[in-house]
């Protein structure tokens, strides 16, 4: 039972490169969702998607693009990356009250 | 907006004894819900424990248990009979209810974090 999986793990870009983290569930939600965590401030809300094709914006959605053409699959997508965006990435996804998190990316960008 | 503050960014206790962590939220909602997320070296995200706005009775997790004060808006978390595998990270959340609702349901607020370390 796969449950969310996040790919890569682990990633250093170069200030300007893009990049795209994926994430894919195989429990069929409808709720999908990318949290960024920084040292001190917890997890916050980068966009949100509550089915295929419809997404939306959370807390700090600045410089991240997001899609959702399946159920399954929600990318996050880094046009041009900033060392601001150096974070640990979790994608999760929800049924009901319950979040199912992935393992987590972890991004560096110099 | 709700927020969710988690007062004390480190906790230490010894292995076989009791911990609480604190939290505090500030919302205007009456249909929510409140969990505790811990977080190991691992880096995944585990679900501690949950509690429902609307239950008066605090949740209880085996040696986890949750003093739930709604009037407060409280939401503090105790160990009991610490072990060193609860030491790790932890996180108080907040989420709107399903019956608020539009899509807010689904998404969580979160606390700075407690790191707690569980000293032998």
Known sequence: NAGVTQTPKFQVLKTGQSMTLQCAQDMNHEYMSWYRQDPGMGLRLIHYSVGAGITDQGEVPNGYNVSRSTTEDFPLRLLSAAPSQTSVYFCASSYREKLFFGSGTQLSVL | ?120
């Open chain 2, 1 to 120: 907006a709700q927020t969710v503050t988690q007062s004390q960014p480190e906790m230490s206790v010894q292995e076989a004894e009791t911990v609480t962590l604190s939290c505090t939220y500030d919302t205007s909602e009456s249909d929510y819900y409140l969990f505790w997320y811990k977080q190991p070296p691992s880096r995944q995200m585990i679900l501690v424990i949950r509690q429902e706005a609307y239950k008066q009775q605090n949740a209880t997790e085996n040696r986890f248990s949750v003093n739930f004060q709604k009037a407060a808006k409280s939401f503090s978390l105790k160990i009991s009979d610490s072990q060193l595998g609860d030491a790790a990270m932890y996180f108080c959340a907040y989420r709107t209810g399903m019956n608020a609702g539009g899509t807010s349901y689904g998404k969580l607020t979160f606390g700075q974090g407690t790191i707690l370390t569980v000293h032998p």
